[in-house]
């Protein structure tokens, strides 16, 4: 079955400090994996995916994620945030085979300005 | 990006009486949609994959009877809960698969929260 894991449920950082978020999956097939992100009050938003090509992704807002396969792995990174990124991030992983979205517990981020 | 919409966004009812939460896909079709629950400080949970024209699909341990799926268009999904009870309070989520234009992505709606008297 598949799983997620995120390591960290809660994360406080400063403001221009540089954040990484961890996601690990468990699944035995080729992936595609997201990160979304959930603003207090707001629905889940898209920041980034990976299909395939590059494993470096860039998403919106200054986001970008590294897929390592051997690692099973996606870490989200952003070098420096601002105090608008306080939200809840959330890593999701779907086989190519199938279309079921697995999601990891949530890292909620907060940024102290 | 595309936009998922929910209706209502928030609903108050008694035990015993149903609910039906409407998930319209605004600017795309949409022949697959999905049904999550999201428990305070937790994750999304799939309760179903709804597909248009058929039957929806149900994960393990949600109750087919209980939560009804209808997908009649290629732009509305509803769910249903029926004979609510306390324990159904929760919030619910839909999303939408956007396969159009070389992309396929789930964009999700605002959600509806849910509670039992």
Redo the contacts between chains.
């Keep these: 079955a598949q799983s997620v894991s995120q390591h960290n449920h809660h994360v406080i950082l400063s403001e221009a400090a540089s954040l990484e978020l961890g996601c690990n999956y468990s699944y035995g097939g080729t992936v595609n994996l997201f990160w979304y992100v959930q603003y207090p009050g707001q629905h889940l938003q898209l920041l980034l995916k990976y299909f395939s090509g590059d494993p470096l992704v860039k998403g919106i807002k200054g986001f970008e994620a590294e897929f390592i396969k051997s690692k099973f792995s996606f870490n989200l990174r952003k070098p420096s945030v601002q105090w608008s990124d306080t939200a809840e991030y959330f890593c999701a992983v779907e086989g190519k085979s199938g279309n079921k979205l697995v999601f990891g517990a949530g890292t909620i981020l907060r940024v102290k300005s | ?1 595309a936009v998922v919409s929910q209706h209502p966004s928030w609903v108050i009812c008694k035990s015993g009486t149903s609910v039906k939460i409407e998930c319209r896909s605004l600017d795309f079709q949409a022949t ?1 949609m ?1 049904w999550y629950r999201q428990f305070p400080k ?5 309760m179903a ?1 709804s597909n248009e024209g058929s039957k929806a699909t149900y994960e393990q341990g949600v109750e087919k009877d209980k939560f009804l799926i209808n997908h009649a268009s290629l732009t509305l999904s509803t769910l249903t809960v029926t004979s609510a009870h306390p324990e159904d309070s929760s919030f619910y ?1 839909c ?1 939408a ?1 956007d396969q159009g234009g070389g992309t ?8 509806t929260r849910l509670t039992v008297l």
């Design positions: 990006g697959t999905f937790q994750s999304l949970m799939l994959t989520i999303s698969r396929d992505t789930q964009y999700f709606g605002p959600g």
